[in-house]
C-alpha cells in the first residue's frame, strides 16, 4: 500500500480534522502522478476513485458522505447537509454544486476543496461546531469568495491557508497587478507577479479573522514539483491536490 502524504493542520480543536494533501501515495501515471483527486482533469476515473478512496482509508473519513465542488472561480459558497456529497465522491464523480466554498455542521461530512495553483482554505468557528473549506483563485478572491466562506462559518475560530503558486513563480499582466494591489493592498503585488497567499491573509483578515487565528502551512505548488500539482508548470497537464476538513462525530 503507497503512502499518502500530507500537510497537516496544526492547532485544529478536539474532533475537528483538517489537511492538505500531496501528490503522493496514489495510483495514476503520467502527469496525474501518483494523488490526483481531480476529475476534469483528463485522468482515468478508474484512478480517481482508487485514490478517493485511498484517503479517505488513510484519514479516516466517510468517502460516501464526502462533498466536493465544480469549481467556477466565482464567490458562491453552498451549505452541505448530512448526506454530504450522497455518494458522487466515490460514484459518478460528477454532479456536484457549482461554487468555490462550502459549509457544514454535519459531523462526519467532509468537505474537501481542488487546487493547482489557486489557495485551498480551511476553517472551523469559534466553537468547533461548523467547518468550511474554500478555492480561491485570482477570480475568486476578487469576487469575495474568502470573505464569504469567513461569513458562512458565524464566529471564526480558525482558519488554514494550504499551498499555492508562490509570487516567485506567478507573474501576470499589469490590469491584474493594478486590480491586487487595489483589493488587496500594494503587498500583494512583488515586482512582476502577484501573491495569492497574501492577499487570501488580507481578505481573511478584513473579514474579521485575528492573524493568531490564520495558520500558513505554506508551500509553493510551482516550485515543489515532487510534492504538488501546478497546473501553470505544467501548462494544464496535471493533476489535483485537496484542502479537506471535518467533523469527527462522536464515539
Same mark, same amino acid.
Given at each position: =500500500?503507497?503512502?499518502?502524504?500530507?500537510?497537516?493542520?496544526?492547532?485544529?480543536?478536539? +474532533?475537528? +480534522?483538517?489537511?492538505?494533501?500531496?501528490?503522493?501515495?496514489?495510483?495514476?501515471?503520467?502527469?496525474?502522478?501518483?494523488?490526483?483527486?481531480?476529475?476534469?482533469?483528463?485522468?482515468?476515473?478508474?484512478?480517481?476513485?482508487?485514490?478517493?478512496?485511498?484517503?479517505?482509508?488513510?484519514?479516516?473519513?466517510?468517502?460516501?458522505?464526502?462533498?466536493?465542488?465544480?469549481? =467556477?472561480?466565482?464567490?458562491?459558497? %453552498?451549505?452541505?447537509?448530512? $448526506?454530504?456529497?450522497?455518494?458522487?465522491?466515490?460514484?459518478? $464523480?460528477?454532479?456536484?454544486?457549482?461554487?468555490?466554498? =462550502?459549509?457544514?455542521?454535519?459531523?462526519?461530512?467532509?468537505?474537501?476543496?481542488?487546487?493547482?495553483?489557486?489557495?485551498?482554505?480551511?476553517?472551523?468557528?469559534?466553537?468547533?461546531?461548523? %467547518?468550511?473549506?474554500?478555492?480561491?483563485?485570482?477570480?475568486?478572491? =476578487?469576487?469575495?469568495?474568502?470573505?464569504?466562506?469567513?461569513?458562512?462559518?458565524?464566529?471564526?475560530?480558525?482558519?488554514?491557508?494550504?499551498?499555492?503558486?508562490?509570487?516567485?513563480? !506567478?507573474? %501576470?499582466?499589469?490590469?491584474? +497587478?493594478?486590480?491586487?494591489?487595489? +483589493?488587496?493592498?500594494?503587498?500583494?503585488?512583488?515586482?512582476?507577479?502577484?501573491?495569492?497567499?497574501?492577499?487570501?491573509?488580507?481578505?481573511?483578515?478584513?473579514?474579521?479573522?485575528?492573524?493568531?487565528?490564520?495558520?500558513? %502551512?505554506?508551500?509553493?505548488?510551482?516550485?515543489?514539483?515532487?510534492? !504538488?500539482?501546478?497546473?501553470?508548470?505544467?501548462?494544464?497537464?496535471?493533476?489535483?491536490?485537496?484542502?479537506?476538513?471535518?467533523?469527527?462525530?462522536?464515539?
Amino acid at each position: =500500500m503507497k503512502t499518502i502524504v500530507l500537510d497537516e493542520v496544526p492547532g485544529c480543536p478536539p +474532533r475537528v +480534522r483538517a489537511a492538505f494533501t500531496t501528490r503522493t501515495g496514489g495510483e495514476s501515471t503520467g502527469p496525474h502522478a501518483s494523488l490526483n483527486l481531480g476529475t476534469a482533469c483528463g485522468d482515468d476515473p478508474g484512478h480517481v476513485r482508487a485514490n478517493r478512496l485511498a484517503l479517505a482509508g488513510a484519514v479516516g473519513f466517510d468517502p460516501d458522505r464526502a462533498a466536493t465542488l465544480t469549481q =467556477m472561480h466565482g464567490a458562491a459558497v %453552498v451549505a452541505v447537509g448530512p $448526506l454530504g456529497g450522497g455518494g458522487t465522491f466515490i460514484g459518478s $464523480l460528477d454532479g456536484h454544486a457549482d461554487a468555490d466554498g =462550502m459549509v457544514t455542521s454535519e459531523p462526519g461530512v467532509a468537505l474537501l476543496v481542488q487546487g493547482a495553483d489557486c489557495v485551498p482554505i480551511v476553517g472551523w468557528s469559534a466553537d468547533a461546531s461548523t %467547518v468550511m473549506g474554500v478555492h480561491a483563485g485570482w477570480r475568486g478572491l =476578487m469576487a469575495g469568495v474568502v470573505e464569504a466562506g469567513a461569513a458562512a462559518l458565524g464566529t471564526p475560530g480558525g482558519v488554514a491557508i494550504g499551498p499555492c503558486i508562490g509570487p516567485c513563480c !506567478y507573474p %501576470v499582466d499589469g490590469d491584474l +497587478r493594478e486590480g491586487m494591489a487595489g +483589493r488587496f493592498g500594494d503587498r500583494a503585488v512583488r515586482g512582476e507577479s502577484v501573491d495569492l497567499r497574501w492577499a487570501a491573509r488580507a481578505a481573511l483578515v478584513a473579514a474579521g479573522i485575528p492573524p493568531p487565528q490564520i495558520v500558513d %502551512v505554506g508551500g509553493c505548488t510551482s516550485c515543489d514539483g515532487d510534492r !504538488y500539482f501546478s497546473h501553470r508548470r505544467d501548462a494544464g497537464h496535471t493533476g489535483r491536490q485537496v484542502g479537506l476538513i471535518w467533523i469527527e462525530e462522536e464515539r
